[in-house]
């Protein structure tokens, strides 16, 4: 079951994010957050009406997924950027499909124009695989920008039109975003 994330599930994604944040490199932070922390980035997505989703079974949180804002300036209003972490139990059961398909339908509604995926490793080739499967196109890949366990680590950039993507002017006003 796929469904909003709460500040209850705050431990479950403290624990699933701080294994890939000590085991892997889909993210570049290298000391896990708390669940306080990760209850307050929940938060920040959830009050912009962004969603915020956790994959479920049998009361036990496998996996979560969001969409947030791409960057703070202006005119990023329409472009936000998916982040998918799947529990190390959890992988290969169709978990990141289910929540990232969830997070595309949510955005679709909001009025998003482009969903970027930033995918730490070039080497991840089940996140890839994952944006792929979902129709995102290959938009380019920054060699060696970030160091973690140990050796440089890539970024693939991946992106999905919604809403027509850049065919049209956006009809919505977006998010509201600092900066000008």
Known sequence: MVRASTAHD???????????VLHGFGTFEEVPPSAEEMAARRQAVAERGLPHLVAEQ????????????????????YTVEDSVYVAPGAIGRGVGKAMLSAVLR????????????????????????????LGFEHAGVGRSLGWKHGRWVDIVWMR???????????????????GA
């Open 10 to 20: 705050a431990p479950a994604l403290a624990a699933i994010y701080g294994h890939h």
């Open 58 to 77: 049998a009361g036990e949180v496998l996996g979560f997924a969001y969409a947030a804002p791409f960057r703070p300036r202006a005119a990023y209003r």
């Open 106 to 133: 949510d955005c679709e509604a909001f009025g998003v124009r482009q969903v970027v995926a930033v995918i730490g490793d070039s080497q991840n080739a089940g996140s890839i695989a994952l944006h792929s499967g």
């Open 160 to 178: 999905k039109p919604l809403n027509g993507g850049d065919a049209t002017a956006p009809e919505v006003p977006g998010m509201i975003l600092g």
